[in-house]
């Protein structure tokens, strides 16, 4: 199985990154440097995670003990809602670049089809109207830079991809989304696949610290990780990989990042891949939150475009 997936602008996304959603500051910089030692290449920020100066630190310790060199990493970063207007999308990357320490970010995402007002956090008085096109047209122009080296969405349906893709001059390169054995997201899959777009899963482990342990714990999971003498968790996480997904499991434990990253010289064979097609579909990361009167979403109908 490859280590890395080939984008549509040619360069290489890793197939396995560390999550840093919900890794606190004091924490973060520790789980990174356990990952990178222990071969991950690719990392997931966001400065909607509130951890990025933290990480900065830590490849700036990476790089400067010649661990790896920064030609080495893959670094995701994304949009914040609040920054969607055309005029302020320069300005949020530079934030991120400096914060991260970095000149440039592998891949850019617009973290989803939210938008609020600048400087406030989401809540209904705060949602704006999304103008993808001209958020889309300012990611754009940081890719001519060279400041954003690939570009792309979070958190989009299949209508909202098929929308951004009508309209770009530059192709999305990566729908980062949460993908998983409870949610294995056949219909995006196949989309991004004839499009010719990456997907990369988030949470893909089920996100068990928010929502619990539903994909370790699913009964056919388990009788499949027994069966190959492996844990549940790196039988999901190996499974994204067989549909030709990158993931991104969060841990700030040392033990866990090893064992997450321990996928790649081994295999799931199709007689037990078969299998994980019996396991009931529910979306665990329904985004209620931008749902409101006051939203331009009225129902999670609305947000996922029926794909709930």
């Known amino acids: 199985m490859a280590e890395s997936f080939v984008l549509n602008t040619g360069a290489r996304i890793p197939s396995i990154g560390l999550g840093t959603w919900q890794i606190e500051p004091d924490v973060v910089g520790n789980a990174v440097y356990a990952a990178v030692k222990a071969g991950y290449r690719h990392i997931d920020c966001a400065p909607a995670y509130r951890n990025e100066k933290e990480i900065g630190l830590a490849l700036k310790k990476l790089f400067d003990e010649g661990v790896v060199k920064r030609e080495d990493l893959f670094i995701t970063s994304k949009l914040w809602s609040g920054d969607h207007a055309p005029e302020d999308v320069p300005e949020a990357i530079g934030t991120t670049l400096k914060d991260l320490q970095l000149d ?44 954003a080296r690939a570009i792309g969405a979070s958190n989009f349906s299949c209508k909202k991809l098929e929308d951004l893709l009508a309209i770009a001059r530059v192709s999305p390169a990566v729908n980062q989304v949460e993908c998983h054995l409870i949610w294995q997201q056949d219909k995006l899959r196949k989309l991004c696949q004839s499009r010719g777009l990456h997907l990369s899963a988030y949470s893909p482990l089920g996100s068990p610290g928010t929502y619990g342990s539903s994909v370790l714990t699913n009964p056919i999971v388990i009788s499949v990780a027994e069966k190959l003498q492996k844990t549940p968790a ?9 549909m030709g997904q990158s993931v991104l499991p969060k841990s700030s434990n040392e033990a866990r990042i090893m064992e997450n990253f321990d996928i790649f010289d081994w295999s799931i064979p199709e007689d037990l891949m078969a299998k994980f097609s019996e396991i009931k579909q529910a979306r665990l990361l329904r985004m209620e939150f931008a749902v409101h009167p006051l939203s331009v979403y009225k129902t999670l109908e609305d947000f996922w475009d029926g794909e709930i």
């Open 234 to 242: 790196q039988v999901a996480l190996r499974w994204d990989l067989q």
């Open 104 to 147: 440039f970010l592998d891949l850019f995402l617009i973290h989803g089809p939210i938008r609020i007002k600048k400087g406030t956090m989401p809540s209904p008085e705060n949602f704006l109207p999304p103008d993808i096109p001209a958020t889309w047209g300012a990611m754009e122009k940081l890719y001519d830079s060279g400041k």
